[in-house]
């Protein structure tokens, strides 16, 4: 069910949509169908530690943070300080279809409550970011439980863009769900943006939906890839490592069904 979200900001009220899983996977369905443009980006703790750069932090204060000695570690797919990486969140961010945002209360990342939803509206603030559709920043971690989610996948040529895609390509190839992944693109680095975009250019006809798990950099992607191909690309973040347990807990629970 949509909320109608009324926010405040400096030249008065505004209205906001906010989405329960069901809206955001609607919306994705209405746009493969109508072969339209969607975008979605999620804003979790990484997002807000490149944003906070020079922003509403100092770089060095940036740099003291567990996540980015990590991206410093080659362990996020991007490397600090970097205020063009900054920069591209913040206009992917704007013209994101969807924008995941993580509520005060949230208990779903695992990082210090300093890190989620108070820092990104200090970020929001100071970049005057006001998203006119939302959701939580974690359906994607929702989204392999539904199974709209999969009705929605069936018949739809995907693009994989991940680390190592092969593994996630095969789950989605093989029973029980059957799934048709057209192209994979191994991404590892910020670095590769500009490569990876210049690859989906050549295949743009030859896809429908993007699944993009590389972090941050999945934040740049989805809304370039939708832009330059007219087709569907999620930040799916974390959503591969919860395909395997829905597909065992779905398993388990046919298991348990009575023999008719």
């Given at each position: 069910?949509?909320?109608?979200?009324?926010?405040?900001?400096?030249?008065?009220w505004?209205?906001?949509v906010?989405l329960?899983?069901?809206?955001?996977?609607?919306?994705?369905?209405?746009?493969?169908?109508?072969?339209?443009?969607?975008?979605?980006v999620?804003?979790g703790?990484?997002e807000?530690?490149v944003l906070?750069?020079?922003?509403?932090?100092?770089?060095?204060?940036?740099?003291?943070e567990r996540?980015?000695?990590?991206?410093?570690?080659?362990?996020?797919?991007?490397?600090?300080?970097?205020?063009?990486?900054?920069?591209?969140?913040?206009?992917?961010i704007?013209?994101?279809?969807i924008v995941g945002?993580l509520?005060?209360?949230?208990?779903?990342?695992?990082?210090?409550?300093y890190?989620?939803?108070?820092?990104?509206?200090?970020?929001?603030?100071?970049?005057?970011?006001?998203?006119?559709?939302?959701c939580?920043a974690?359906?994607n971690?929702e989204?392999?439980?539904?199974?709209?989610?999969?009705?929605?996948l069936?018949?739809?040529?995907?693009l994989?863009?991940?680390?190592?895609?092969?593994?996630l390509?095969?789950?989605?190839e093989q029973k029980p769900?059957?799934l048709?992944?057209?192209?994979?693109?191994?991404?590892s680095?910020?670095d590769?943006i500009?490569?990876?975009?210049?690859?989906?250019?050549?295949?743009?006809?030859?896809?429908?939906i993007?699944?993009?798990?590389?972090?941050?950099?999945?934040?740049?992607l989805?809304?370039?890839?939708?832009?330059?191909?007219?087709?569907?690309?999620l930040?799916?973040?974390?959503?591969?490592?919860?395909i395997?347990a829905a597909?065992k807990?779905?398993?388990?629970?046919?298991?348990?069904r009575?023999?008719?």
């Amino acid at each position: 069910m949509q909320q109608l979200l009324i926010l405040r900001g400096k030249r008065g009220w505004r209205l906001s949509v906010y989405l329960e899983l069901n809206d955001v996977l609607r919306k994705i369905d209405q746009a493969l169908v109508d072969r339209k443009p969607l975008s979605l980006v999620r804003v979790g703790d990484g997002e807000n530690i490149v944003l906070a750069q020079r922003s509403v932090w100092t770089v060095r204060r940036v740099l003291r943070e567990r996540w980015a000695i990590k991206a410093n570690n080659g362990e996020k797919g991007v490397t600090l300080p970097n205020i063009k990486l900054r920069n591209e969140l913040v206009k992917s961010i704007k013209a994101a279809s969807i924008v995941g945002l993580l509520p005060l209360d949230d208990e779903q990342i695992k990082a210090p409550s300093y890190l989620k939803r108070p820092l990104t509206n200090r970020i929001f603030r100071h970049f005057k970011l006001n998203p006119d559709v939302q959701c939580h920043a974690c359906v994607n971690r929702e989204m392999p439980s539904s199974d709209q989610f999969w009705r929605i996948l069936r018949r739809r040529r995907i693009l994989i863009i991940t680390r190592n895609p092969e593994p996630l390509k095969e789950i989605l190839e093989q029973k029980p769900l059957g799934l048709h992944v057209a192209y994979t693109i191994p991404f590892s680095h910020y670095d590769q943006i500009e490569e990876t975009m210049d690859i989906v250019k050549t295949i743009r006809h030859k896809f429908d939906i993007a699944l993009i798990s590389c972090g941050v950099n999945a934040v740049i992607l989805a809304p370039r890839i939708a832009e330059l191909t007219g087709k569907v690309a999620l930040d799916f973040g974390k959503g591969p490592d919860r395909i395997a347990a829905a597909l065992k807990a779905r398993a388990r629970l046919l298991s348990k069904r009575p023999i008719r």
